[in-house]
C-alpha cells in the first residue's frame, strides 16, 4: 500500500494507492477562521499531489473492532464468584460435584478435556485427559468413589476420584455420548448416545451389560428410577421408553397426548412413580412410570423446554424454557404456582436440597435463586459473560457451581439459603 500525504494548518491531502486503484481527497483541518470555505470532501487531480510516502502493511495501527469493546463492558461488570477456575480453553458444557467431598468439582469443555479441581483451592488440579472430542458430560457414583466422563467421541472413561488415575475406558456407542448417570446403590453406569442406543456397564469390572435398542434417533436424557429398578430415556423422536434393565424390555410412551417433537429433558420423581419431561414443541408432560399412561400435561410455555425437576420435599416441579420463564408448578391442579421472568432464556435449574429456594441459569451468564414460596427472585449472581451451560451444587450446599460458554467455571456462595 502507498500513502500520498501533504499537512498545512487548513487541510490534509492524503492520496491512497491500492490494488491499483486510487483515491485522493482533501480533509479541512478544523479551523474557525475558515468556515465558510469548508466543503467537507474534495478530490484531487494527480497535479495536486506533491509528496508520495510509502508506508508497509505492519506500520498501519490496528482497527479497534467489537470484541474489544465488549471487553471494556466485561470489566465493568461485577462478579460475585468467590472462585474463577480458567483451566478450560473453550466453553464448558459439563459440570458435577463430588456428592461427599464438599470441595471437589468436576467440568468437562470443548476443548476435548475434563478437570478435577477443589472450591476455593486455585492450586489444586487433576486432567481428565484421552478424549478426543468435546466432554459433554459429567457424573459422580453415589459414593463418590469414581467419576464417569462422557465425550462426543463416542467415549466413556472411568476415573478414580482419590487418585485422580484412570480405572477403564468403557466402548460400545456408535456416536457421541448425550449422558452418563449412576444407579442409586452401585458402580452401575447408564450412558445414551448420539446412535440411538443407551449403555449399561459394571464400572468396577469394567464389563459391558446390556445395551437398549428401540429409539430412532439420538437418545438426549435419561436415568436409573432413584429405587433402581426401571430405566427411562427420552429421545429427539419424540418418543419415551421405560425398560427393564436385567432383561431389556421397555414400554414406549408417544404421540397424543405426548410430545409432538423431541425430547430434551426428564426427571423421576423420589419414589420412583412418575417420570417429568420436556420437549422442543414447549410441552410437558408427566407419565405414570408403572403404566405408562400420560397422567397431566403442564401447558404454559411457548418455546423449547431445556430443564425440569421435581421439588424434592412438595408435589411440585419447575420448569425452565427458552421463553425466558421459570415455571414452579402445583402437581397435583397441573397449574402453575408462579413464572419467574428472566432476561434471556433458561437454560438449567436445580432445587437447593429440601429448602424452599431454587435455582436458575440463564442465557444472559445470570445465577438467580427463587423463593417457590413466593416466586420472587432473592438473588441475582454476576460474573459469566455469557450463557450459562450448567449447574451443580457442592455436597454441603453451601455453593453452586456454573460453567458458561465464556470458558469459565464459577463458585458462587449460597450457604445463607439452606
Known amino acids: 500500500m502507498k500513502c500520498l500525504k501533504q499537512e498545512n494548518k487548513q487541510s490534509t491531502i492524503v492520496r491512497i494507492v491500492c490494488d491499483g486503484k486510487s483515491l485522493s481527497k482533501i480533509k479541512k483541518m478544523s479551523n474557525p477562521d475558515h468556515d465558510e470555505d469548508d466543503q467537507g470532501e474534495v478530490f484531487l487531480d494527480e ?3 506533491i509528496h508520495e510516502v ?127 448417570r449412576w444407579h442409586p446403590r452401585g458402580h452401575l453406569l447408564l450412558a445414551g448416545s448420539e446412535d440411538s442406543t443407551s449403555w449399561m456397564w459394571n464400572a468396577d469390572r469394567g464389563a459391558y451389560l446390556n445395551m437398549f435398542s428401540g429409539h430412532g434417533s ?62 422442543k414443541d414447549s410441552s410437558v408432560h408427566l407419565v405414570n412410570i408403572t403404566t405408562g399412561k400420560v397422567v397431566s400435561s403442564l401447558a404454559s410455555h411457548t418455546d423449547s423446554i431445556e430443564c425440569v425437576a421435581f421439588a424434592p420435599s412438595a408435589p411440585w416441579a419447575a420448569t425452565g424454557s427458552m421463553d425466558q420463564k421459570l415455571i414452579i408448578w402445583d402437581l397435583q391442579h397441573s397449574s402453575p404456582r408462579y413464572t419467574c421472568d428472566h432476561e434471556d432464556g433458561v437454560t438449567c435449574l436445580t432445587w437447593l436440597g429440601k429448602s424452599r429456594f431454587l435455582i436458575s441459569g440463564c442465557v444472559d451468564g445470570k445465577v438467580r435463586v427463587w423463593d417457590s414460596l413466593s416466586g420472587e427472585c432473592v438473588r441475582i449472581f454476576s460474573g459469566h459473560t455469557d450463557a450459562i451451560q450448567a449447574l451443580s451444587l457442592s455436597a454441603d450446599q453451601g455453593f453452586v457451581i456454573s460453567v458458561s460458554v465464556d470458558g469459565t467455571a464459577r463458585v458462587f456462595e449460597i450457604a445463607e439459603f439452606r
Not at 470489566?75 to 460435584?97: K, L, M, N, R
Not at 433402581?228 to 436385567?246: F, H, M, Q, V
Open 54 to 180: 510509502t508506508v508497509d502493511d505492519e506500520e498501519l495501527p490496528d482497527v479497534e473492532d467489537d470484541e474489544n469493546d465488549s471487553d471494556v463492558e466485561n470489566a465493568d461488570q461485577p462478579d460475585d464468584s468467590t472462585h474463577i477456575f480458567t483451566g478450560h480453553t473453550g466453553e464448558v458444557y459439563a459440570v458435577a460435584c463430588s456428592p461427599v467431598d464438599a470441595t471437589l468439582v468436576a467440568t468437562g469443555g470443548g476443548d476435548d478435556k475434563g478437570f478435577l479441581w477443589r472450591i476455593n483451592q486455585g492450586d489444586w488440579v487433576s486432567e481428565i485427559k484421552g478424549h478426543k472430542d468435546s466432554v459433554s458430560s459429567l457424573a459422580f457414583s453415589m459414593d463418590g468413589q469414581l467419576l464417569a466422563s462422557g465425550g462426543f467421541d463416542g467415549i466413556v472413561q472411568i476415573w478414580d476420584t482419590s487418585s485422580g488415575e484412570l480405572k477403564c475406558a468403557l466402548d460400545g456407542p456408535g456416536g457421541g455420548i448425550e449422558w452418563v
Open 218 to 279: 439420538s437418545v438426549t436424557c435419561g436415568d436409573f428410577t432413584p429405587d433402581g429398578k426401571r430405566i427411562c430415556t427420552g429421545s429427539d423422536d419424540a418418543t419415551l421408553r421405560i425398560w427393564d434393565p436385567k432383561g431389556g424390555e421397555n414400554q414406549v410412551i408417544k404421540g397424543h397426548p405426548y410430545h409432538t417433537e423431541g425430547l430434551t429433558c426428564l426427571t423421576i420423581s423420589p419414589d420412583s412413580t412418575l417420570v417429568l419431561s420436556g420437549s
Open 47 to 49: 497535479s495536486d499531489i
